[in-house]
């Protein structure tokens, strides 16, 4: 079945258009059951951009038409002049509003009263077609809550991740009844695959060999931006690829702020200068950031003279200061934001496992029909069939690439970014220090109530667990002691946690692999004879499209249903009912201390409500430093697939990327609360302790390697 994407047909059905509901509503008659997948077209305007695409496209032609001037013949003046009206009345005819097609897809059912359009992107917004107004199935804005009681009234409350078993049952039945869609790896692609997938109608199932986020995706900078760096050198080398990377970052930070506002918010970031040249060179660059990204842009970067950026930031070395540039990007939180993905995609109907490895892909007629999987829980081994398999492993892609054919060139060449976490430097706004000596950039930012530092970048060996070396401790340390002032001075004592991801960066026919400074964050989707869709590289704000693309790719290669893509829009459980007044009722309702409130808000959204009920009955912290519940452990073991007390503390809570003492004080407590919630004997609680005491004592500062 092929379904159109243009917008003439009311809708599309089993390859058949109707040109309107009246048409379809004659002529097609359903059962019960699981219904028949259908796209309803529509069209609208879109909103008029004029004054801002011509103020966009007139400064920046001002901006390259003065910079023309001073090279050539004309004079700047004119020459800026010139292209400023150029590029005005382009930015004029461009930001007139068009005629945009709205298709949205779902599943057609019916019986005796009628046929029943339920959207996959918001399963609670059923239309029963023969009483509803067409106008009804387009998306609806969300009002604000106004309180508790009208959060707890909203119908996408009831959608909820079913339990891991049961969702292995639906792994398992797919040898009678095939998958559409397998997703391979539980980072942020592959969860974010998942739930493409589950959001177009698919019959989906997602693998992740250790945990969600238990690799890269919970060990990133927690920034959500287009990447200053990439246009820096876009405008040195007018490298294109660099400038479209920004442009799609951009645009991927405006989507990803929207989709879970709980987990995300605008940071300000600010550029100290203790050179003059630097001021206009940094605001030039950081306001042309503003521009690309258009409407999707952030609040304006402004210059600040040495005494406001010192009243902003007094940790600040005040030694040559000249002043700072202030800017906006977004940050979210990594590991929260990873686990909501999987839950999402479960909660749509996608099988999503943790702690299933693959241990081999299934072939027939030399094309790939499913992979051979194992339990790592239980040790039970079976098969898994679907009509195509996406892998989405990040860093270890040609792992599976290999076993498809172990001859295929290797595409990653993984990179070591290690952060460190300080508690004592408290600042008010991040600090973007653009030229670090490693080449790339880095950030001191707010992170917990503390200060997290990152990142280091550079070749490393491939492994699930690696380790934090004490060279790229110290050079972190180093580096933001470079513009902190004396009384501010990181001492060793002073770093609570440590960590290190790989950066699943991938080779491209235009760069080399030798300096991973080099190679740009874009991504690649490769397409293998036998049908293996991998999707590899890219970062964590252009998970979005990174998972379209991948889609697209996996509908091609299997011939699916050309069913077009409903993340536009579409929310995350715990968004639909959330409200920056949240934490605020939270603590009046449940007598919650402020702290706490604000954490369960900005961490579950409107789920905070069933984790306070929960505390009601299981109250207290884990430990009396941080806001962290009791309850989060019951409620992550119940809702969250948390299967471990490391899954807890480093993923569904962030303990152990804040304070390691406080993890290993507060482990035989989480261990014995994970008992009682999943049934362990009290052997297997023993060996769940011992395994997470020995996995910390491995990692992170007890871990540290030398620093040769």
């Known amino acids: 079945m092929k379904i159109s994407q243009t917008s003439s047909p009311a809708w599309t059905v089993a390859n058949k258009a ?99 359009f339920t959207p996959h992107n918001d399963p609670t917004r059923a239309v029963q077609l023969a009483s509803q107004s067409e106008q009804s199935i387009l998306p ?14 909203l119908p996408q409350l009831q959608m909820k991740a079913p339990g891991r078993m049961e969702m292995l049952k639906q792994l398992k039945n797919s040898t009678q009844n095939p998958l559409d869609i397998l997703v391979i790896g539980g980072g942020a692609t592959g969860t974010g695959t998942a739930l493409e997938a589950a959001r177009r109608g698919f019959r989906v199932g997602g693998l992740e060999a250790f945990d969600f986020s238990s690799g890269t995706s919970s060990k990133s900078t927690k920034l959500i931006h287009g990447g200053v760096r990439y246009l820096e050198k876009a405008v040195k080398n007018l490298d294109k690829e660099q400038y479209a990377l920004v442009k799609e970052g951009l645009e991927e930070r405006g989507a990803f702020l929207k989709m879970a506002p709980h987990l995300t918010n605008e940071v300000r970031l600010v550029t100290p200068c203790y050179k003059w040249h630097e001021v206009p060179y940094y605001y030039a660059g950081l306001w042309m950031y503003d521009r690309i990204a258009g409407q999707a842009a952030l609040s304006a970067t402004e210059v600040m003279g040495k005494k406001a950026a010192l009243e902003q930031l007094p940790q600040l070395s005040q030694h040559g ?4 540039i202030a800017y906006s990007d977004g940050e979210f939180n990594d590991s929260r934001m990873n686990v909501s993905l999987a839950t999402t995609a479960a909660a749509h109907g996608a099988a999503m496992a943790n702690y299933v490895e693959v241990i081999s892909l299934v072939k027939e007629d030399g094309k790939v029909v499913g992979v051979e999987a194992r339990d790592k829980r239980s040790g039970e081994t079976f098969p898994i069939r679907a009509k195509v398999v996406i892998n989405a ?11 498809d054919d172990p001859s295929t060139p290797k595409l990653v060449v993984p990179s070591a970014g290690t952060h460190i976490l300080v508690p004592k430097l408290k600042l008010k706004d991040g600090v973007l220090i653009p030229e670090a000596p490693n080449g790339s950039v880095a950030f001191l930012k707010p992170f917990e109530g503390g200060t997290l530092i990152g990142t280091t970048e550079e070749n490393t060996e491939l492994t699930i667990n690696p380790q934090t070396t004490q060279k790229h401790v110290d050079y972190l340390r180093d580096l933001a002691n470079t513009i902190l002032s004396p009384e501010h001075q990181i001492q060793p004592s002073d770093i609570a946690s440590v960590w290190t991801g790989i950066r699943p960066l991938v080779k491209t026919p235009k760069k080399a ?35 379209q693309d991948a889609m697209d790719a996996a509908l091609r290669s299997a011939n699916l249903p050309d069913v077009p893509s409903q993340r536009e829009g579409s929310l995350l459980l715990g968004a639909h009912g959330y409200t920056p007044q949240l934490s605020d009722w939270l603590a009046a309702e449940y007598g919650l201390e402020a702290e706490v409130a604000q954490h369960l808000a900005r961490s579950y959204g409107d789920r905070a409500l069933e984790v306070a009920d929960l505390a009601r009955t299981l109250p207290g912290r884990l430990h009396p430093d941080h806001p962290y519940l009791a309850a989060e452990v019951v409620y992550s073991a119940r809702h969250e697939m948390a299967e471990t007390p490391v899954d807890v503390l480093s993923r569904r809570t962030r303990l152990s990327f804040v304070d390691e003492k406080a993890t290993a004080q507060v482990l035989p407590r989480v261990a014995q609360l994970m008992a009682t919630e999943l049934g362990w004997s009290p052997a297997q609680q023993q060996q769940e302790l011992a395994a997470a005491s020995d996995f910390y004592l491995k990692n992170g500062l007890h871990g540290l390697k030398p620093a040769g």
Do not use: C
Request: aromatic share 4%; glycine share 14%.
């Open 18 to 116: 109707y040109a309107s509901t009246s048409e379809l509503l004659d002529q097609v008659q359903m059962n019960t059951g699981e219904g028949e997948l259908a796209v309803y077209h529509s069209q609208r305007f879109t909103p008029s951009m004029r004054v801002e695409k011509a103020t966009r496209y007139g400064a920046i032609g001002a901006l390259a038409g003065t910079v023309a001037g001073l090279v050539g013949p004309w004079s700047a003046l004119a020459s800026g002049l010139l292209a400023g009206v150029a590029g005005a009345g382009l930015g004029l005819a461009l930001g007139a509003p068009r005629l945009q097609h709205v298709d949205i897809a779902g599943r057609l059912s019916g019986a005796n009263e009628g046929l029943t």
């Open 140 to 153: 609806v804005a969300l009002s604000t809550p106004q309180s508790l009681s009208e959060i707890r009234r």
């Open 321 to 324: 200061l000249k002043g700072a």
């Open 393 to 403: 492993t990040g860093p270890f892609l040609d792992g599976i690439r290999h076993m």
């Open 513 to 547: 692999a030798s300096d991973t400074t080099e190679l740009v964050r874009n991504h690649v989707v490769d397409i293998s004879p036998s049908g293996l869709v991998t999707i590899g590289g890219g970062k964590w704000t252009n998970f979005g499209r990174m998972a």
